[in-house]
């Protein structure tokens, strides 16, 4: 019902940035939540940030190990989410998952939906 289409991975050195985009389509007058997991290898998926995409639902939220490194933010008409990373260290490397959801809420926790990855790996 709704498809979730990453880019922006890649390699980069420590301290280093990248920015991730993800585009949302189909049915995504349902989505009021956009965010961001990752999973690093051999570790489970993670939160890592999120933005509401409504008018009443636009604030922000961060894991701890991003917060003041990571910025997330949207475009306009809410349906093009992106993450910008600096400073970034070799254990940010991981799979970036761009994830949507109804809620602020639910999205930090069980997203309804998720995009295929994108491959951040940061070198030492």
Do not use: H
Request: proline fraction near 2%.
């Amino acid at each position: 019902q709704v498809q979730l289409v990453e880019s922006g991975g890649g390699l980069v050195q420590a301290g280093g940035s990248l920015r991730l985009s993800c585009a949302s389509s189909g049915r995504t007058s349902s989505i009021y939540a956009m965010g961001w997991f990752r999973q690093a290898p051999g570790k489970g998926r993670e939160f890592v940030a999120a933005v509401g995409t409504s008018w009443s639902d636009y604030g922000t939220s961060y894991a701890d190990s991003v917060k003041g490194r990571f910025t997330i933010s949207r475009d306009n008409g809410k349906n093009t989410m992106y993450l910008q990373m600096n400073s970034l260290k070799p254990e940010d490397t991981a799979v970036y998952y761009c994830v949507a959801d109804k809620t602020m809420v639910e999205i930090r926790i069980a997203p309804d939906y998720w995009g295929q990855g994108t491959q951040v790996t940061v070198s030492s």
